[in-house]
């Protein structure tokens, strides 16, 4: 494809509507970064499509100069289902938000996942309800004060990669808004083939400002986040920190930089990631592509199935209602 | 005609014509494989040139406890030598299988009719499951009936008895043996029994053997044993018919062959979302072995996931169709509202059943008219079409496609528990009769320094149909309101008021293209119109039939198209003096009548889950025109 395909840049990707979103939104930078990569995808606009449920991050396919649908709320990972089986040549993105993949359509997430559809999922975390102005979301902290909630939320948040994970995900990533390696994550998002789930740390600048500031701030940058990288060694910090395996505890620990127990990642390590995704207070945040393990895509198994159980057989319509016990009436029998 | 006259004493005989027709009921314990009898009864009797009206009726529990009356299932069949239009009223025979299938069941027997009891089966134990205190065939209470009894399970024991089965299994025998002797009773060919039930067992034989030597215990007996004269065998004539092929089929069947005709007419692959629901199962079931007509299943996790990805199908160029029963119609609505919003074709077949809620799963109703119509929230008309019968689904599955196609929008077909179940025998349609009507999808790109206007309007008022990876054409739809043309967000007064017109006009322009309401029997102008639509076909148009020959003027007319409807509507129901509606409703179909036209439409309601009997048509009829 990559040979046909037209070279494009990220203005080519820009449609020609106005965005939307509330100066400082962090969903700027999050479509800024799709736009730049898109071109170094080498795919094509026409062969492109971003599906989306409701939400302000689900306003995003507006934007782009591709196809795209907005649908409605929590679906769009059974629109994208639909469009995929009906024609697998189309790359597919879905744009969901934490209330929308996770509260209303957090079924549909957990099928699309398991079933493992050939699309893209970037799911703009930004812990609250934004659209409808600010009542707190199922991965709000316990304790967030809101319109909905004004004496504080008491319910458990769900955390979105350990639910991917736990729904049968075979590519579980994590990016912020505003970091330049958000691009490389799309990247490897877009190469895998499957289900690619991705979390975006998004900051709503109107409605929880600086709710991740606790390991985004450029001061703490270092010191809070991983960002994983396959066959390399866990390390942050400048590389003064890493992560070792306690095995007697069957657990994460924070080790020396130079230790040599610093754990190698491998994408393929379902068991580490799950602990890399759920670390504790005092643990720096998980970033990148925490799981990756490729399987036979949905779509691909449809289409082999399809393909097995039609061969050999003409889809002769004649013959279809012709079928099963027939009689023949040569004349009318007898008269009344 | 659904009276019974084999059965009539000498006196009545002599004022009757020769045998028209007999209706039968099979009843036993959900285990004890009736619908299978009746199935296979079915054949036969198509296969004897009869023509015939299948009802079955069964619990809504899969196993219920054996012997108790909430798991008896039933399947009654209406055969004879003229046309046959409904289940019957009041069934000739019964055969009950057990104390709780005679309990239920033998009170729509009519009376003087014959009941055949399997007396192996009241035991003290069945008899008091079923809440008798003596057995009924011991006392004078079937007195009003004439009954035979005998011991069906032994019988059955005996025949099958050199096959070395267990007695559990050996007794699975018995509606074969029962079968054996309705096909003695009817006159009836065993060989295609026998070769089904060597295709059914083939893995094992000798299941195969012990069922037809059962089959076969139960026909010699018909023939040998004198059981007097209530018990004889009969001859119905074959029903007169066009020449041409026939074969049976059940209303989920011709639902799926239409659909598949349609999609082929169209020029498109299908793609069916659906998700398990009884009654509607069915057509997901038989779509999903069709595969070689370029047919995609997929059994999503919700009703909402079916119709979106059905949707999303149709986005991507496919014809996109889902199916479901009221209360999962229910949960697809929001979805059905984009589909609205975003005009895209979309086929949703309700197979409505009894409710609100889960309501009666198994039982037959045409209560979701309203949904069909106006269930939606805000303004959102669509095209909704009702299939009348097994047969007739064919030809509305085809008329759907075409609408949605031509006319870019969902629309709603309307069937139901008893169509989508009963058989009945089709005059297998020549494929080449049927004009094709090719969509033709929008390719060209606009020119330099212009957009793409997904939202322009052909004559029909339909917009563009863009598929994806369509070069040059990029563009974006979705929920939000739209400005006309283009299609891009805008919420300005001017356009939501444009857009809720051109939606609506849109629909209203289907009736352009359909044709004029007929009169079914009966002449225009009549003193009465029955109106129907629906499965109330048969019973309405007998009981009109029969009113109309003893001399009143009265006329049928069964509407297909529920919405919009056709365009001599109003004037066809105003040259009437008076109308009557029934309906398996509280009167749906009389308030969009009341509603559209201005018409002193009169009601005539029944949900027991039962449909209309031709006698209480008939009996409306009479105290409309008294």
Known sequence: MNEMTKVTTAKDWASDQEVRWCPGCGDYAVLKAVQRTMPD????????????????????????????????????????????????????????????????????????????????????????????????????????????????????????????????????????????????????????????????????????????????????????????????????????????????????????????????????????????IEMPQGFPVALGVIYEDPAPTFESAVIEQNAAAASGKKADLQALVSKGQTWQVEKEPHKL | MATATHLITEDEAASHSSAEAVVVRFAGDSGDGMQLTGGQFTLSTALAGNDLATFPDFPAEIRAPQGTTFGVSAFQINF???????????????????????????????????????????????????????????????????????NI???????????????????????????????????????????????????????????????????????????????????????????????????????????????????????????????????????????????????????IAAICSAIGASYAGQLGITSSSGPGIALKTE??????????????????????????????????????????????PLPVIAARSPADAFECAIEAVRIATRYMTPVMLLTDGYIANAAEPWKVPDMSGYEPFPVNFFEQRPAEGEGVMPYARNDDLARPWIKPGTEGLEHRIGGIEKAPGSGNIDYSPAAHQEMTDTRAAKVNKVAESIPDQDVCIGREGAKLAVVGWGSTFGPIHQAVRRSIDRGLDVAHVHIRHIWPMPSNMSALLKGFDRIIVPEMNTGQLKTVLRDQFLVDAKPLNKVSGHPFRIAEIEAAIEQALG
């Open chain 1, 41 to 276: 995808l080498g795919v094509a606009r026409e062969k492109t499509v971003f599906v989306s449920g409701i939400g302000c991050s689900s306003r995003f396919p507006y934007y782009m100069a591709s196809y795209g649908f907005h649908t409605i709320h929590g679906r769009a990972p059974a629109f994208a289902t639909g469009i995929k089986l009906a024609n697998p040549e189309l790359d597919v993105w879905i744009i969901t938000g934490d209330g929308d993949a996770l509260s209303i359509g957090g079924n549909h997430t957990m099928h699309v996942l398991r079933r493992n559809l050939d699309c893209q999922i970037l799911l703009f975390n930004n812990e609250i309800y934004g659209l409808t102005k600010g009542q707190y979301s199922p991965t709000s902290r316990v304790g967030t004060r809101s319109p909905s909630t004004p004496f504080g939320s008491v319910d458990r948040p769900v955390t979105p990669c350990s639910f991917a994970l736990g729904s049968g995900a075979r590519f579980v990533a994590r990016g912020i808004d505003v970091h330049k390696n958000l691009p490389d994550v799309l990247k490897a998002a877009h190469a895998h083939k499957g289900a690619s789930f991705v979390e975006i740390y998004q900051n709503c600048v109107v409605y929880n400002d600086d709710v991740f500031a606790s390991f985004t701030e450029r001061s703490v940058a270092a010191e809070k986040q991983l960002w994983l990288k396959a066959g390399e060694k866990m390390l942050f910090a400048n590389g003064e920190k890493g992560l070792a395996l306690d095995v007697d505890r069957l657990c994460l620990k924070v080790v020396a930089g130079d230790d040599a127990s610093v754990i190698v990642h491998d994408p393929k390590n379902k068991g580490i990631a799950a602990m890399l």
């Open chain 2, 80 to 150: 004879g030598s003229t046309a046959i239009e409904t289940a019957g009223d009041q069934p000739d025979v019964l055969i009950a299988m057990n104390p709780a299938a005679l309990k239920v069941n033998v009170d729509q027997l009519r009376e003087g009719g014959l009941i055949i009891a399997d007396e192996g089966e009241f035991t003290a134990r069945n008899l008091a499951k079923a809440g008798y205190e003596k057995s009924p065939l011991e006392d004078d209470s079937l007195a009003k009936w004439q009954l035979v009894h005998f």
């Open chain 2, 153 to 303: 399970s032994q019988l059955t024991l005996d025949a099958v008895k050199p096959f070395g089965l267990g007695n559990k299994e050996a007794l699975r025998c018995k509606n074969m043996w029962t079968l054996g002797l309705a096909l003695w009773m009817f006159d009836r060919d065993r060989q295609p029994i026998v070769d089904w039930l060597k295709q059914k067992f083939a893995k094992a034989p000798e299941l195969a053997e012990a069922n037809i030597a059962a089959l076969n215990a139960g026909h010699a007996y018909g023939e040998t044993v004198e059981m007097g004269a209530p018990f004889k065998q009969h001859h119905i004539a074959a029903a007169p018919a066009e020449p041409g092929l026939y074969r049976t089929v059940t209303g989920a069947e011709s639902l799926a062959l239409g659909l598949v005709a349609g999609a082929k007419l169209a020029g498109l692959q299908m793609f069916f979302g659906g998700y398990p629901i009884t009654p509607a199962s069915a057509l997901l079931h038989h779509l999903s072995r069709l595969k070689e007509f370029g047919i995609t299943t997929f059994q999503a996790e919700d009703e």
């Open chain 2, 335 to 380: 979805a059905l509202g984009l589909a609205i919003m975003t005009e895209l074709p979309l086929i949703v077949v309700n197979s409505q059943r009894g409710g609100p809620s889960t309501g009666l799963p198994t039982k037959t109703e045409q209560s979701d008219l309203y949904q069909a119509v106006y269930g939606r929230n805000a303004d959102a």
